[in-house]
């Protein structure tokens, strides 16, 4: 089965640093993207950046670029969604999608989400 | 690259849904929807415009004009009941609208 686990729930406190982790399984890790979504709390989704696990190049959307850091590590099959100092507006769901190569791929397996809260 | 969604449709129960996505040139670009049910992560329910992936009903299609995607939910039902999403990818990046709520009466 394909699948994408994602670690659990992170209660961090402002200008903390934080990593989140999806696992995945059941596919070639290295022939597909991995892509992080945002959702903050009662609002819709939002594009973060992606990363192709088999060179590991990585896209960021302009409204995330510097703010975060995208990673993977092909030998434990997972991808990394990284903050090196945190903010209270970070505070929200965080998804993993798997992503086929090209652009008439979406994004069609996607991990149980990670919650941030951001709390001083 | 904006999407446009409205926030919200309602249909009847077993009545069909229309569930549009305004974009410039959009019919140029592929267009995916995604469902989410509350509490859930969002699943694929149409890609590459029109096509549905395995384990999606019938029920669910999409279409494509110049500027504008639609998804249609035909004989809707309560568990229809979601946020739905378009996106489209702009250069290398990927672009969502903002959702539409669907309701079912």
């Known amino acids: 089965e394909v699948q994408l686990v994602q670690s659990g729930a992170e209660v961090k406190k402002p200008g903390e640093s934080l990593k989140i982790s999806c696992k995945a399984s059941?596919?070639?890790?290295?022939?597909?993207?991995i892509g992080w979504v945002r959702q903050m709390p009662g609002k819709g989704l939002e594009w973060m950046g992606i990363i192709y696990p088999g060179d590991s190049e990585t896209t960021y959307s302009p409204s995330f670029q510097g703010q975060v850091t995208i990673s993977a590590d092909k030998s434990i099959s997972t991808a990394y969604l990284q903050w090196s100092s945190l903010k209270a507006s970070d505070t929200a769901m965080y998804y993993c999608a798997r992503e086929g190569s090209g652009a008439g791929y979406g994004m069609d397996v996607w991990g149980q989400g990670t919650t941030v809260t951001v709390s001083s | 690259y904006e999407l446009t969604q409205p926030l919200s449709v309602s249909v009847a129960l077993g009545q069909t849904a229309r569930i549009t996505c305004g974009g410039n040139n959009i019919g140029s670009r592929n267009v995916f929807w995604y469902q989410q049910k509350p509490g859930q992560a969002p699943v694929l329910a149409i890609y590459r415009d029109i096509y549905r992936p395995s384990g999606i009903p019938e029920r669910f299609s999409g279409s494509i004009s110049e500027n504008t995607a639609t998804l249609t939910i035909t004989r809707a039902q309560a568990g229809d009941e979601a946020d739905y999403y378009c996106q489209v990818w702009d250069d290398n990046t990927r672009v969502f609208g903002g959702g539409t709520k669907l309701t079912v009466l």
């Open positions: 059941g596919y070639s890790f290295t022939t597909y993207s």
